[in-house]
């Protein structure tokens, strides 16, 4: 079975600093990658994924995320925050050939001071 | 198009009452799921579903039961709720068409058992 682990669990930043927000996985097998971000009183969504293909990922909002295989990990970036982003983080693993449920990281609370 | 939508929003249960939280989407997605989010430990499976009339448990399913009857409806019934059941439960969705399908949460259901 597929584990997630996220270093930061508070991370406090300041508008236009830049964000690296760290995610490892346990597993041995090709897996898929996500990052969901749960914005203050609302539910998940996906903020990008990696399945195939070009290690670095773009999403929404100017998030990117690289797949590192050799160092299981897939971290989160972005260049410039802004107050907007402060929100939750969740990385999430799913291993191909499994069952669609993916397993998901502890969170990282981000807050974005204007 | 609703998406996946979750009843009720806020519930308030006295130990030993039971209750279902409601799930239905309107996507024809095959895999449902059920998570609860409690500060500091992230998103936990409760119970999933990989097509009507299939079910199977997650990390912690003790004290709570599921039922695919149809593809749309995935209902989480807790049977004597606990005061470690107070929770933000959410129901996620995804198509099963591949291991990179995103999940589609639900808003949420806030549940507090005194």
């Known amino acids: 079975a597929q584990s997630v682990s996220q270093h930061n669990h508070h991370v406090i930043l300041s508008e236009a600093a830049s964000l690296e927000l760290g995610c490892n996985y346990s597993?041995?097998?090709?897996?898929?990658l996500f990052w969901y971000v749960q914005y203050p009183g609302q539910h998940l969504q996906l903020l990008l994924k990696?399945?195939?293909?070009?290690?670095l990922v773009k999403g929404i909002k100017g998030f990117e995320a690289e797949f590192i295989k050799s160092k299981f990990s897939f971290n989160l970036r972005k260049p410039s925050v802004q107050w907007s982003d402060t929100a939750e983080y969740f990385c999430?693993?799913?291993?191909?050939?499994?069952?669609?449920?993916?397993?998901f990281g502890r969170g990282t609370s981000l807050i974005v001071h204007p | 198009n609703a998406g996946v939508t979750q009843t009720p929003k806020f519930q308030v249960l006295k130990t030993g009452q039971s209750m279902t939280l409601q799930c239905a989407q309107d996507?024809?997605?095959?895999?449902m799921s059920w998570y609860r989010q409690d500060p500091g430990m992230g998103l936990r499976l409760i119970h999933y579903?990989?097509?009507?009339?299939?079910?199977d448990q997650g990390e912690v399913p003790n004290g709570y039961n599921v039922s695919r009857s149809t593809t749309e409806d995935f209902p989480l019934r807790l049977l004597s709720a606990a005061p470690s059941q107070t929770s933000v439960y959410f129901c996620?969705?995804?198509?099963?068409?591949?291991?990179?399908?995103?999940?589609?949460f639900g808003n949420g259901t806030r549940l507090t058992v005194t």
């Open positions: 579903s990989v097509g009507a009339g299939i079910t």
């Open positions: 999430a693993v799913n291993a191909w050939g499994g069952s669609y449920i993916p397993t």
């Open positions: 990696y399945f195939s293909g070009d290690p």
């Open positions: 996507m024809n997605h095959e895999y």
């Open positions: 597993y041995g097998g090709t897996v898929n």
């Open positions: 996620a969705s995804t198509t099963g068409s591949g291991n990179d399908s995103p999940l589609h």
